[in-house]
C-alpha cells in the first residue's frame, strides 16, 4: 500500500482494513485492531477476518438491557454472532462488538468495492454518538414532562382563578335568593295545612318539593363558598374512609352495590377537617352509585405513595364521555337530567381536597367504569 495513503489511513482516526482481489489482506490499520483487539499480525486472508465476530443488533439491546451475564446465556441457547467483515452483509450496517477482553462498543461499517476487485472497509466507532443520542432523548423526554405539567399547572391555575370568581357571585346569588325561597317555603307549609281538599294539597306539595330543591341548591352554593370553620388536625384518613362506607354500605346494598373495602395496614395520618373530608368520598361514592343504576361493583383502597396518602375509588359504571371529562370539576356542570343534579358535587369534593393541599384525578371510559384518586399530603 502507498506509504501515504497508508499515513493519511493511520491519521484518520477510522479503523480502515483492505484486502486484495486475491481475498489477501493488505491494510489493518492500527485503529482497527484497536477496535477489534486483533492485531494485524494474526490476520492474512479473508477466513481469519471471519473470525472478527460482533453480535447482531438486537443482541447487542440485550446486553445493555440485562446485563452482560444473562445475555450470554440467551445467546448460548441461539447465537447471534456474525464476522464483522462477512462480504454478504449489506455495504452499510451498525453492530455490537465486544471482543475477548474491554467493553461492549456500537461500530458503524461501511464496505466498497474498488475498481481492482479490492473490498475497503471503514470502521466508525459510534458508542458515544448513541450515548448522546440516548441522554438527549432521555433530556427530551424530560423536558416534554416538564412542559406538561406546566401546562396542567396553568390549567389547574386557571380553574381556580374561575372556580374562586364563580364561587364570589353565587354566594352573592344565594344570599339573594335565600330569604325569597324561605319565604315560599313556610307559606306553602302553612297553605297545605289550611287547605281542606287533597287535590290542592297535592299542588302545594310540588311546591314545596321545588322549593326545598331550590334551597338545598342555595345551601350548598353558600356552604362550599365560603371559608371552612372547622378544626384541622392530624387524624387517620382510614378512619373517615372506614366511617363513610359503613354509612353508605346499606344502601348500597338495597340498590344491588357491592362495596369492597381494601385500606392500607400503616393507617397513614393526614392534618384535615374530619367532616370537611368525609364529603368528598361521600359525594364520589354516591356519584359512582348513581353510574351504576342496574347495580355494580365500588371498591375503595387507601394506600401511601411517597409522601403522599392516596385513596381510589373505583367503579364499573357508565363511565364519562371523553368531552366531558376537563369539565367534570366546573360548578354547575352536570350531564343529569334536569332536576337530578346540580352539578356542585364534583366541584365540591375538588375544592375540599384544594384546602387540604390535595387533588384529584380521574379516569374513565365509557361503559366500562371509572376510577377517581383522591391525593392528599401525609402529616
Known amino acids: 500500500m502507498d506509504p501515504l495513503l497508508r499515513a493519511i489511513a493511520e491519521d484518520s482516526g477510522l479503523g480502515i482494513c483492505v484486502l486484495a482481489p486475491d481475498r489477501q489482506l493488505v491494510f489493518y490499520s492500527a485503529r482497527c485492531a484497536s477496535m477489534t483487539h486483533r492485531e494485524p499480525e494474526t490476520l492474512a486472508c479473508y477466513e481469519d477476518l471471519l473470525e472478527v465476530t460482533y453480535l447482531e443488533d438486537d443482541e447487542g439491546d440485550l446486553e445493555l438491557e440485562i446485563g452482560t451475564e444473562l445475555a450470554a446465556r440467551v445467546?448460548?441457547?441461539?447465537?447471534?454472532?456474525?464476522?464483522?467483515?462477512?462480504?454478504?452483509?449489506?455495504?452499510?450496517?451498525?453492530?455490537?462488538?465486544?471482543?475477548?477482553?474491554?467493553?461492549?462498543?456500537?461500530?458503524?461499517?461501511?464496505?466498497?468495492?474498488?475498481?481492482?476487485?479490492?473490498?475497503?472497509?471503514?470502521?466508525?466507532?459510534?458508542?458515544?454518538?448513541?450515548?448522546?443520542?440516548?441522554?438527549?432523548?432521555?433530556?427530551?423526554?424530560?423536558l416534554d414532562r416538564a412542559l406538561f405539567?406546566?401546562?396542567?399547572?396553568?390549567?389547574?391555575?386557571?380553574?381556580?382563578?374561575?372556580?374562586?370568581?364563580?364561587?364570589q357571585l353565587a354566594a352573592g346569588i344565594a344570599h339573594e335568593l335565600n330569604t325569597p325561597l324561605n319565604t315560599i317555603l313556610g307559606y306553602a307549609q302553612l297553605l297545605r295545612r289550611q287547605l281542606p281538599t287533597e287535590e290542592l294539597r297535592a299542588e302545594i306539595d310540588a311546591i314545596e318539593k321545588a322549593s326545598r330543591r331550590c334551597r338545598k341548591t342555595v345551601k350548598d352554593m353558600l356552604s362550599f363558598t365560603r371559608k371552612s370553620s372547622g378544626t384541622f388536625e392530624a387524624q387517620p384518613l382510614n378512619k373517615v374512609v372506614r366511617g363513610v362506607v359503613s354509612l353508605l354500605q346499606h344502601d348500597f346494598l338495597t340498590r344491588g352495590i357491592e362495596l369492597r373495602l381494601k385500606l392500607g395496614s400503616d393507617d397513614p395520618q393526614v392534618v384535615m377537617d374530619a367532616n370537611r373530608l368525609e364529603q368528598i368520598?361521600?359525594?364520589?361514592?354516591?356519584?359512582?352509585?348513581?353510574?351504576?343504576?342496574?347495580?355494580?361493583?365500588?371498591?375503595?383502597?387507601?394506600?401511601?405513595?411517597?409522601?403522599?396518602?392516596?385513596?381510589?375509588?373505583?367503579?364499573?359504571?357508565?363511565?364519562?364521555?371523553?368531552?366531558?371529562?376537563?369539565?367534570?370539576?366546573?360548578?354547575?356542570?352536570?350531564?343529569?337530567?334536569?332536576?337530578?343534579?346540580?352539578?356542585?358535587?364534583?366541584?365540591?369534593?375538588?375544592?375540599?381536597?384544594?384546602?387540604?393541599?390535595?387533588?384529584?384525578?380521574?379516569?374513565?371510559?365509557?361503559?366500562?367504569?371509572?376510577?377517581?384518586l383522591v391525593r392528599l399530603p401525609l402529616a
Open 281 to 372: 368520598f361521600v359525594i364520589l361514592a354516591q356519584n359512582a352509585a348513581q353510574a351504576m343504576p342496574e347495580g355494580g361493583t365500588l371498591s375503595v383502597e387507601s394506600r401511601v405513595h411517597g409522601a403522599n396518602v392516596e385513596v381510589l375509588v373505583r367503579d364499573n359504571g357508565q363511565g364519562i364521555a371523553g368531552e366531558n371529562l376537563p369539565h367534570i370539576f366546573e360548578p354547575f356542570f352536570t350531564t343529569k337530567e334536569p332536576g337530578e343534579g346540580t352539578g356542585l358535587g364534583l366541584y365540591i369534593a375538588y375544592q375540599i381536597a384544594v384546602q387540604h393541599k390535595g387533588d384529584i384525578k380521574v379516569w374513565s371510559r365509557p361503559e366500562v367504569g371509572s376510577e377517581f
Open 149 to 167: 405539567d406546566l401546562k396542567r399547572s396553568q390549567a389547574y391555575l386557571v380553574q381556580s382563578e374561575k372556580l374562586a370568581t364563580v364561587g
Open 75 to 142: 445467546r448460548e441457547l441461539e447465537p447471534r454472532r456474525r464476522s464483522l467483515f462477512d462480504l454478504t452483509l449489506p455495504e452499510l450496517y451498525e453492530g455490537w462488538l465486544r471482543p475477548e477482553s474491554g467493553e461492549l462498543r456500537r461500530l458503524e461499517v461501511r464496505r466498497r468495492t474498488l475498481a481492482d476487485g479490492s473490498v475497503l472497509w471503514i470502521l466508525r466507532d459510534t458508542t458515544e454518538q448513541r450515548q448522546i443520542e440516548a441522554a438527549y432523548q432521555q433530556k427530551q423526554r424530560e
